[in-house]
């Protein structure tokens, strides 16, 4: 029985990833008539929030809490609508796409006092607006332009006339990317700019039928800047943190963000995907991880579109060597690079001769690390389905690291 009731789930799973919301619903409510728990509460309030209907995912959202739910946000969604309604009466005529988020961590009087603070006025003004609107205004905009919108909504997320995607605190955001607000967006807005230049030169139209995913989509650093290049049915969001999973499908009001695993595969149709990107992530993917998930990008893109990302460059290792010679252990960070390619003559020399060196210490199942992707090692084992574009290891570019694959017309061969 419990078996069944996780193909369902998968099944459901697999639809709300499709934005088929409405079946999505149906088998969860299949599910809730046998038994329900907070996960499946939270589940259905997220599929009727994606729906619109608004009354009812707050209802489930209580209700995921009253389940004990509070692991999987609904606190901090509830908050999300408190805000929504606290900002819509500061500004009354302007319509809402996505809602901005309360911190990731914050259990606030906003659930006490959400009864009275719904107003259905409010409501409507966010029924009248969604992602697309958004998507729309921000099409008409040149990149910097776009790019000058997307700072600004650090301090106020109403912006073109839309409510853009919130954020996490400051210090989660750090957690993640070592750095929060403006200086976290305009890391991102450097390599976007390789993005886009990349994806252009290669034949990427950005029209409403192109579909990008962001693999290790975090807290939508990368994912929100996409809603200027992509129809928001086509952004995908691939994450292994649960919790940023649900944020961002709550802050960017889409149902795209994919909980994976450390391996392959993910719920995305084979062919399916036009470019993906990541940045600071095969830069810690042990080799076993990153040699699957270039298999599993093999699967999921066209012929002819393009997966871009970064890793630590060649002189990484030296910089290594240098955080131990000073013995500095300022931040957990350093510790494990104190400890990472310490025979420095050896990993030069195995790099060079096309060896992807990993030091990872068991964090994460032992998917995690420090992460050396060579030229070598792609032109070796990454070529059976793509085309090397680009393999780039130049400060001036990017502080990372980084290679451009373009899938090639090979049939894939499901293992």
Request: overall charge negative.
């Amino acid at each position: 029985m419990m078996e069944e009731a996780q193909a369902v789930r998968q099944q459901a799973y697999e639809h709300f990833s499709q934005g088929n919301f409405d079946e999505a619903l149906t088998l969860f409510r299949q599910l809730e008539s046998e038994a329900e728990d907070a996960e499946l509460a939270n589940d259905i309030a997220v599929v009727l929030y994606r729906l619109g209907q608004t009354e009812k995912a707050v209802e489930k959202f209580r209700h995921s809490l009253s389940l004990g739910g509070g692991d999987f946000l609904a606190v901090n969604a509830i908050e999300i609508l408190d805000e929504q309604v606290k900002s819509a009466a500061l500004k009354p005529a302007a319509p809402v796409a996505a809602p901005a988020p309360a911190p990731i961590s914050a259990v606030s009087s906003a659930f006490a006092d959400l009864g009275r603070s719904l107003t259905g006025q409010a409501l409507e003004i966010w029924r009248k607006d969604s992602p697309y609107a958004l998507h729309r205004a921000a099409a008409a905009l040149e990149d910097e332009e776009w790019f000058k919108v997307i700072l600004k909504s650090v301090d106020d997320p109403v912006q073109l006339d839309h409510f853009l995607p919130g954020f996490i605190s400051a210090t989660d955001q750090a957690v993640f990317v070592g750095s929060s607000g403006g200086a976290a967006l305009q890391e991102a807005m450097r390599f976007m700019r390789v993005v886009l230049r990349y994806a252009r030169t290669n034949g990427i139209a950005f029209d409403d039928k192109t579909k990008i995913a962001d693999f290790g989509s975090g807290w939508g650093r990368y994912t929100r800047f996409l809603l200027k290049y992509a129809s928001p049915d086509n952004i995908y969001g691939l994450e292994v943190n649960r919790g940023m999973v649900e944020h961002c499908r709550k802050a960017f009001g889409l149902g795209n963000f994919l909980k994976v695993e450390a391996f392959p595969p993910c719920d995305l149709r084979d062919g399916l995907l036009d470019l993906t990107f990541g940045y600071s992530v095969f830069s810690h993917l042990s080799p076993d991880c990153a040699n699957a998930w270039i298999e599993e990008f093999a699967r999921i893109t066209r012929p002819g579109g393009l997966v871009m990302m970064t890793t630590q460059g060649r002189s990484f290792i030296d910089y290594c060597a240098d955080i131990r010679r000073r013995n500095d252990r300022s931040n957990e960070w350093f510790v494990s690079l104190i400890n990472s390619f310490v025979d420095v003559e050896a990993s030069y020399r195995d790099y060079d001769s096309g060896v992807l060196l990993h030091a990872g210490f068991g964090q994460y199942g032992g998917t995690y690390g420090e992460t050396l992707v060579p030229k070598g090692h792609i032109e070796k084992h990454w070529l059976k389905y793509f085309d090397l574009v680009d393999f780039v290891d130049s400060r001036s570019c990017l502080p990372q690291a980084l290679f451009v694959l373009r899938r090639n017309e090979r049939v894939f061969e499901h293992a």
